[in-house]
């Protein structure tokens, strides 16, 4: 019972394929980066500052900065076509100071739709909030617009944001800096993401973004090949086992001495 029980548990590994990467040091200072596949949805200040620049950076040496202005945000995204179940994101992000106006948000990254709404729809995204925290913004079950604060953060500190997201259970996670702060909070609709957005809000203040990823997660067994391997061994140790016994036991018995029966009385 114990040898079937551990030759039918499965092991389950997760791969994580990259969609894209980008930390954009393939692109020249002062420009921005159309030819990795980016738009300027929306260009606040104006497009002259929505480049990729390096004064700041996570990895050296350019990351993007983007600059938004009262009434007008700036918003890039990258679009991507994927059918997979699970999807996420990764990057760096960093704000570089307090808001000009009184606003909500001053800057974020997340999946969503351009065409879904006059704005865009923004299934999930996390933003950096005037009012000192981070903090993810949804939409919910009922197609309601969520915002749940996550922790503080502090102005001109990089932060390492990561949002794994289940298609097919609307559901997700996020994690500053490798810390888990939302574990599967519902959403809708999320086969309708088709792009990932990075943005600078209407605070006029500088967002800065570095090594972006948009990946997804396939969980599976380990390789047939090791248990294939695994079971081929335990199956010939089982069998040389066996075959000692056999050969110890015709052994004895050979070496045994033969007793002649007793005699009648």
């Known amino acids: 019972m114990m040898l079937f029980l ?13 969609i894209f990467f980008d ?3 393939s692109y020249q200072a002062g420009t921005f980066p159309w030819a990795g596949g ?11 500052y929505q480049v990729v620049t390096s004064d700041r950076y996570h990895s050296p040496s350019r990351s993007l900065q983007l600059i938004g202005k009262y009434g007008w945000s700036s918003v890039a995204e990258r679009r991507f076509t994927d059918a997979a179940r699970v999807i996420g994101l990764e990057a760096f992000i960093m704000v570089e100071g307090q808001p000009l106006f009184n606003v909500k948000g001053l800057g974020s990254i997340g999946f969503w739709n351009r065409e879904k709404a006059t704005w865009g729809k923004y299934y999930v995204d996390v933003a950096f909030m005037s009012d000192g925290y981070l903090a993810v913004h949804f939409i919910d079950e009922a197609g309601n617009e969520e915002l749940k604060e996550l922790q503080p ?10 949002v794994v997201l289940d298609r097919s259970a609307n559901t997700f996670s996020v994690w500053i800096d490798d810390e888990l702060k939302a574990s599967n909070l519902k959403t809708a609709n999320t086969y309708d993401i088709n792009a990932l957005e990075v943005s600078s809000a209407w605070g006029e203040v500088a967002c800065y973004f570095d090594d972006i990823k948009v990946f997804t997660i396939e969980e ?3 390789p047939s090949t090791f248990f294939m391997l695994a079971l081929t061994g335990i199956i010939f140790t089982i069998f040389a086992i066996v075959l000692i016994l056999v050969f110890v036991y015709l052994h004895r018995k050979k070496s045994t001495p033969l007793q002649p029966p007793p005699l009648p009385p």
């Open 23 to 25: 930390d954009f040091e």
């Open 6 to 18: 551990s030759l039918s548990t499965r092991v389950n590994a997760q791969t994580e394929n990259i």
């Open 220 to 222: 599976q067994g380990l």
């Open 153 to 162: 953060y502090t102005p001109g500190r990089w932060y390492k944001v990561r």
């Open 38 to 48: 980016w738009d300027l949805v929306w260009y606040g200040v104006g497009p002259q």
